[in-house]
């Protein structure tokens, strides 16, 4: 069964950190782009960075950027995202997602495409 389990949310102050992980179920994993998204209350899902196959490239939205770190270890079937520098605005529920293709994932036309999703972690950043 293809399945994405993320986990690592939680609870955390303005300024503090997180690290969140997904881990994926399938074998082929180093195959795949991965990447996570958020959404919160009354919003629409939004990009948050993606990282290819083999980690050298990565993207990231410009509202986290300088702030949180993708990266993955393929040995383990897992993609990672540290969240420094927390702010409010943050808070949301965090969604893993992989695709074979790493292209244009910050174009909403593109994302609600992407093969898999996690059920999502949330994060709530209090003031």
């Known amino acids: 069964q293809v399945q994405l389990v993320e986990s690592g949310g939680g609870l955390v102050q303005t300024g503090g950190s997180l690290r969140l992980s997904c881990v994926a179920s399938?074998?082929?994993?180093?195959?795949?782009?991965m990447g996570w998204f958020r959404q919160a209350p009354g919003k629409e899902r939004e990009f948050v960075a993606s990282?290819?196959?083999?980690?050298?490239?990565?993207t990231y939205a410009h509202s986290v950027k300088g702030r949180f770190t993708i990266s993955r270890d393929n040995a383990r079937n897992t993609v990672y995202l540290q969240m420094n520098s927390l702010k409010p605005e943050d808070t949301a529920v965090y969604y893993c997602?992989?695709?074979?293709?790493?292209?244009?994932?910050?174009?909403?036309?593109?994302?609600?495409?992407?093969?898999?999703w996690g059920q999502g972690t949330l994060v709530t950043v209090s003031s």
């Open positions: 997602a992989a695709d074979r293709d790493g292209s244009s994932w910050y174009l909403a036309s593109r994302s609600k495409y992407l093969e898999v």
């Open positions: 990282i290819w196959w083999s980690g050298g490239t990565t």
């Open positions: 399938w074998n082929t994993f180093s195959s795949y782009a």
